[in-house]
């Protein structure tokens, strides 16, 4: 660019801002496990002219999206694991059914459209079990996390009580 050429005022949206911030953090960090303290935190918050509230709440926002975040993860390793259950059982009433059959019969016969049909049950089970968006996982989610709630404080509860009675 010359001297009489007008400069261009770039502008950028923000989530280019953000991403550029987030590049340049990440660049400025010599080593990129490197965590940063609060103090440097909010430092870096007011040199962008974010006060210390607005800072406050974002962090409070961001630890309740890391929360949801982690219960959908154990949400979706306990559907893994009823799923494993089922499929288990799934396949113990399978292997009986074929036994009886080839032991009475010789030939597998009926114990086939048994296995077929619980391979149909398998299949639904393994579309809901690793379904993880929709209206429908929400529901179960929020089913699930409803329980998981409600198991947390009777057991916050009974604790409060057995250490009330023992001392």
Known sequence: MTAFEPKSIRSYSQEDVQQILQLAIASHAENIDREFSYQ?????????????????????????????????????????????????????????????NLISGGGV??????????????????????????????KAFQRWNRKHQIKQTINSVLNRCFKALQT
Not at 120 to 135: A, H, K, R, S
């Open 40 to 100: 440097e935190l909010v430092e870096i918050a007011s040199e962008l002219e974010i006060s210390p509230d607005t800072l406050q709440l974002a962090e409070r926002d961001w630890q309740a999206q890391q929360s949801e975040v982690q219960r959908r993860q154990v949400f979706n390793l306990y559907r893994r694991g009823r799923f494993k259950k089922r499929l288990g059982n799934y396949t113990i009433i399978n292997a009986f059914f074929i036994l009886v």
């Open 109 to 138: 016969s009926w114990a086939l459209y048994i296995l077929l049909f619980c391979s149909f049950l398998v299949g639904l089970d393994i579309w809901n079990t690793f379904q993880t968006q929709g209206e429908d996982y929400e």
